[in-house]
């Protein structure tokens, strides 16, 4: 595994390149350990190659890859100041960089806006970068006569610490800290900026929006994606909003808060020393700290920046019937500020006599943030006057998506001239329907196309950044790039079920199907065990949901109990007699859902799944394979694949793959339609087993992009 040797002039020694494990690896406390690949591939080859510790933790959140003593960080090289305002400029020294193109130059400003708010700005010294458009408050009486906090910071490595003064009894308290070994996370490069913080707090509140357990403890290792997407709340997954605001709180009740200024797709990693390590894939790192010292003093810190919530209409507070669902395809097809002059006749006077008048009683209508793009639609035409529409860089033109009125467009909320649009639109739609609020719908923005109807360009880079934040959770552990079990013990996947540590008998393919072997000669069932979570009975469909409990499984003599868990895509083999008659046969697709889909509007949004899928020739260890990702949400199946080149002159050898059907678990109710690639396509369903089968048309490819789509309509 010997590489290359380089040799570093590093800030504080010579640090040595691809020699193997550095010295100082193991004096760095477990807890301390901070990632050094933090790339979903990391091998002990390619982590000792970054110049890197290598140990493979008891624990698989923890980091395997983790930063030695001294790795190359940035220096002190100036400093500039103003009243208020201290600028510093860093240098990094390095023959051969251990992040491809990374920044040897930095600009760290802080600026002391506040008695109690002090902003960090982290930037490019020579390029100007993406910044989001928003409005903050700005300080009124800068600089402020005199604040709450001081910062202390190291030269060589650059780093800092941040106290909130204790006044005239007792020590300042430490509230984060960058220095030492926490100075080498700071890596900029573009698509990538990353900084860890080491905190003082034990436990924790934020970041948002998402859906786990309340209050952080700090005790545990954790990854944060964060970009909005229309997504209801589930565990582990990105949710409608970000709001990238930290709290942290110690048991003596002192409470500070960090929040990130940052529009590009986002995560934290939270690890117990404690430390919060931000990355992002755009822009500039833009901190606001606020040292409280109590949570609501920092909430109010954290309100007089972004804006305080306005008072809440009265009536708002009351009890609120939302009735929800579309009758027929106008309906579907309705637009904003719109009203079916027939089924919807004197709308307007029912809301003011039988709504207002004689009920004392409100109304709000669903706003959805998108616009139909039809040429004859009035407040579609005014938008395109007025310039309010988000453009395509490349025509000039809207760039347009698909939502329930079809193909769509997406205002600009940003500028004040959309603001004066929407109000002069929905102005002019209340006298016709004198409504009392809006409810905006749809404004993540929602899409149900990825990107736009014409596509992105395929090779561009910013659809393929140097790292990609978790957005859809956690990424499944490959044993090609991370080195982790195929076959395992259902106590390395569930480490906290103590049921499972006793378990000799069930072994698990991957994460998502469970063997349950029959051992016992003459036996025509079994007992198995089933973890928490919803499990279908592969042979039978059934679907199984377990609090960790044991099963009684038949066990014919042609049949093995086996179990996938919900939400998993697999790839499957035709039977056949050889691997390359059923090479030639194709791939099959099994899709289990997360949770059934009944039919209804809202089933479709728990209805997903998600699986990948790894293609090479089978025989020669190539460099170059094809990695297809499938992808359910909304009732459409995404079969996407992508050629990986790990060297640019890598060949691929494979041939194309067949696709030979698709199978979906867990459809109760028969669709109406099935499309294949927008083409109205012949399908069975199985009301018993909740099953949907699909049996692909000839000369269909698992490597060309596929959607299927069912609908109930």
């Given at each position: 595994?010997?590489?290359a040797q380089?040799?570093l002039?590093a800030?504080?020694?010579?640090?040595?390149?691809?020699?193997?494990?550095p010295?100082s690896c193991?004096s760095i406390?477990?807890?301390?350990?901070?990632d050094c690949?933090p790339?979903?591939?990391a091998?002990?080859?390619?982590?000792?190659e970054?110049?890197?510790?290598?140990?493979l933790p008891?624990?698989?959140?923890?980091?395997?890859?983790?930063?030695?003593i001294?790795y190359p960080?940035y220096?002190l090289?100036n400093?500039s100041?103003s009243p208020g305002?201290?600028?510093f400029?860093?240098q990094?020294?390095?023959l051969?960089?251990?992040f491809?193109?990374e920044?040897a130059?930095?600009?760290?400003d802080f600026?002391y806006?506040t008695a109690s708010?002090?902003r960090?700005?982290?930037?490019d010294?020579h390029?100007?970068?993406?910044?989001p458009?928003?409005?903050i408050n700005q300080?009124?009486?800068f600089?402020?006569?005199?604040v709450?906090?001081?910062?202390?910071y190291d030269s060589?490595p650059?780093?800092?610490?941040?106290y909130r003064?204790?006044g005239e009894?007792?020590e300042d308290?430490?509230?984060?800290d960058t220095?030492?070994?926490m100075?080498?996370?700071?890596?900029?490069?573009?698509?990538f900026w990353q900084i860890?913080?080491?905190i003082?707090?034990?436990?924790?509140f934020?970041?948002?929006?998402?859906?786990t357990?309340?209050p952080?403890?700090l005790r545990?290792?954790?990854r944060?994606?964060?970009?909005?997407q229309d997504q209801?709340?589930m565990?582990?997954?990105n949710?409608?909003?970000v709001?990238?605001?930290f709290?942290?709180l110690?048991?003596?009740g002192i409470a500070?808060?960090?929040?990130?200024?940052?529009?590009?797709?986002?995560?934290i990693d939270?690890?117990p020393?404690p430390?919060?390590?931000?990355r992002?894939?755009?822009g500039?790192?833009?901190?606001f700290?606020f040292v409280?010292?109590k949570?609501?003093?920092?909430?109010?810190?954290?309100?007089?920046?972004i804006?305080?919530?306005?008072?809440p209409?009265?009536?708002?507070?009351?009890?609120h019937?939302?009735?929800?669902?579309?009758r027929d395809?106008?309906?579907?097809?309705a637009?904003?500020?719109?009203?079916?002059?027939?089924?919807?006749a004197?709308?307007?006077q029912f809301?003011r006599?039988t709504?207002h008048?004689?009920?004392?009683?409100?109304?709000v209508i669903m706003f959805?943030?998108?616009?139909?793009?039809n040429?004859?639609y009035?407040?579609?035409r005014?938008?395109?006057?007025r310039?309010?529409?988000?453009?395509d860089?490349?025509?000039?033109g809207p760039i347009?998506?698909s939502?329930?009125?079809?193909t769509v467009?997406?205002?600009?909320?940003?500028?004040q001239?959309t603001?004066?649009?929407?109000?002069d639109g929905?102005?002019?739609?209340?006298?016709?329907i004198?409504?009392?609020g809006?409810?905006i719908?749809?404004?993540?923005?929602s899409?149900?196309?990825?990107g736009?109807?014409?596509g992105?360009?395929?090779?561009s880079?910013l659809d393929?950044?140097p790292y990609?934040?978790?957005?859809l959770g956690?990424l499944?552990y490959?044993?090609?790039?991370?080195g982790?079990?195929?076959?395992?013990?259902l106590?390395?996947?569930?480490p906290?079920?103590?049921?499972c540590?006793?378990?000799?008998?069930?072994?698990?393919w991957?994460?998502c199907l469970?063997?349950?072997p029959?051992?016992?000669q003459?036996?025509r069932?079994?007992?198995?065990y089933?973890?928490q979570?919803e499990?279908?009975?592969?042979?039978d469909?059934?679907?199984?949901?377990s609090?960790?409990?044991w099963?009684y499984?038949?066990?014919p003599l042609?049949q093995?109990?086996?179990?996938?868990?919900?939400g998993?895509?697999?790839?499957?083999?035709?039977p056949t007699?050889?691997?390359?008659?059923?090479?030639e046969k194709?791939?099959?697709i099994l899709?289990?859902?997360?949770?059934?889909d009944?039919?209804?509007p809202w089933s479709?949004y728990a209805?997903?799944?998600?699986?990948?899928f790894?293609w090479?020739?089978g025989v020669t260890?190539?460099?170059?394979?094809?990695?297809i990702?499938?992808s359910?949400?909304f009732?459409?199946?995404?079969i996407l694949?992508?050629?990986?080149?790990?060297?640019?002159?890598d060949?691929?050898?494979?041939?194309?793959?067949p696709l030979?059907?698709i199978?979906i678990?867990?459809?109760s109710?028969?669709?109406?339609?099935?499309?294949l690639?927008?083409?109205?396509?012949?399908?069975?369903?199985?009301?018993?087993?909740r099953t949907?089968f699909?049996e692909a048309?000839p000369n269909?490819?698992?490597t060309?992009?596929t959607q299927?789509?069912w609908?109930?309509?």
């Amino acid at each position: 595994m010997a590489a290359a040797q380089r040799v570093l002039c590093a800030i504080l020694g010579l640090f040595t390149w691809g020699s193997g494990q550095p010295a100082s690896c193991s004096s760095i406390p477990t807890l301390e350990r901070m990632d050094c690949y933090p790339e979903p591939s990391a091998t002990e080859e390619r982590c000792l190659e970054r110049g890197c510790c290598w140990e493979l933790p008891a624990d698989p959140k923890m980091n395997a890859c983790y930063l030695p003593i001294d790795y190359p960080a940035y220096s002190l090289q100036n400093t500039s100041s103003s009243p208020g305002h201290y600028t510093f400029y860093l240098q990094k020294q390095f023959l051969k960089p251990p992040f491809a193109n990374e920044l040897a130059e930095l600009k760290v400003d802080f600026i002391y806006e506040t008695a109690s708010r002090l902003r960090l700005r982290i930037t490019d010294p020579h390029q100007q970068r993406w910044e989001p458009p928003v409005d903050i408050n700005q300080p009124i009486n800068f600089p402020p006569k005199a604040v709450n906090y001081r910062v202390s910071y190291d030269s060589k490595p650059f780093g800092f610490k941040v106290y909130r003064k204790a006044g005239e009894r007792g020590e300042d308290h430490l509230l984060v800290d960058t220095t030492g070994l926490m100075a080498s996370s700071l890596i900029a490069r573009d698509a990538f900026w990353q900084i860890a913080f080491k905190i003082v707090a034990q436990r924790g509140f934020g970041p948002g929006e998402r859906r786990t357990a309340f209050p952080l403890r700090l005790r545990n290792w954790e990854r944060v994606p964060m970009w909005a997407q229309d997504q209801p709340p589930m565990e582990h997954v990105n949710l409608y909003g970000v709001h990238n605001f930290f709290l942290g709180l110690t048991v003596d009740g002192i409470a500070f808060g960090i929040f990130l200024l940052n529009s590009n797709a986002q995560e934290i990693d939270i690890q117990p020393m404690p430390s919060l390590t931000y990355r992002t894939i755009g822009g500039i790192l833009d901190f606001f700290i606020f040292v409280g010292p109590k949570p609501q003093d920092v909430v109010s810190q954290y309100l007089d920046l972004i804006g305080r919530p306005p008072l809440p209409l009265y009536w708002a507070l009351g009890f609120h019937l939302s009735r929800y669902g579309f009758r027929d395809l106008a309906d579907v097809q309705a637009t904003d500020w719109t009203v079916d002059p027939v089924k919807f006749a004197d709308f307007g006077q029912f809301i003011r006599e039988t709504i207002h008048s004689q009920n004392d009683m409100h109304t709000v209508i669903m706003f959805d943030a998108a616009i139909q793009a039809n040429p004859d639609y009035e407040i579609y035409r005014d938008g395109l006057h007025r310039g309010v529409y988000i453009n395509d860089s490349r025509t000039g033109g809207p760039i347009q998506g698909s939502l329930w009125p079809g193909t769509v467009v997406y205002p600009d909320y940003g500028k004040q001239e959309t603001v004066e649009w929407v109000y002069d639109g929905a102005s002019k739609f209340h006298e016709e329907i004198p409504f009392d609020g809006l409810w905006i719908d749809m404004n993540e923005p929602s899409n149900f196309v990825d990107g736009s109807l014409d596509g992105c360009i395929w090779n561009s880079p910013l659809d393929h950044p140097p790292y990609q934040p978790r957005i859809l959770g956690d990424l499944l552990y490959r044993a090609k790039l991370d080195g982790r079990t195929v076959a395992r013990a259902l106590a390395l996947e569930y480490p906290k079920d103590l049921a499972c540590h006793s378990i000799d008998k069930q072994f698990l393919w991957g994460s998502c199907l469970l063997i349950t072997p029959v051992l016992e000669q003459g036996a025509r069932g079994i007992y198995g065990y089933l973890p928490q979570g919803e499990w279908i009975g592969l042979n039978d469909h059934l679907r199984h949901k377990s609090k960790g409990e044991w099963f009684y499984f038949e066990a014919p003599l042609e049949q093995i109990p086996l179990h996938v868990k919900a939400g998993c895509v697999l790839p499957m083999h035709l039977p056949t007699q050889t691997i390359n008659q059923a090479r030639e046969k194709g791939i099959g697709i099994l899709v289990v859902l997360k949770e059934e889909d009944s039919g209804y509007p809202w089933s479709r949004y728990a209805a997903t799944a998600w699986g990948e899928f790894f293609w090479d020739d089978g025989v020669t260890e190539t460099q170059a394979y094809t990695y297809i990702t499938f992808s359910v949400a909304f009732r459409k199946l995404t079969i996407l694949p992508r050629v990986v080149r790990l060297q640019s002159e890598d060949k691929l050898l494979h041939s194309e793959v067949p696709l030979a059907f698709i199978k979906i678990v867990g459809i109760s109710k028969r669709p109406r339609t099935v499309s294949l690639n927008q083409q109205r396509f012949a399908f069975t369903h199985d009301v018993k087993t909740r099953t949907l089968f699909v049996e692909a048309p000839p000369n269909s490819l698992l490597t060309t992009k596929t959607q299927l789509t069912w609908s109930f309509k």
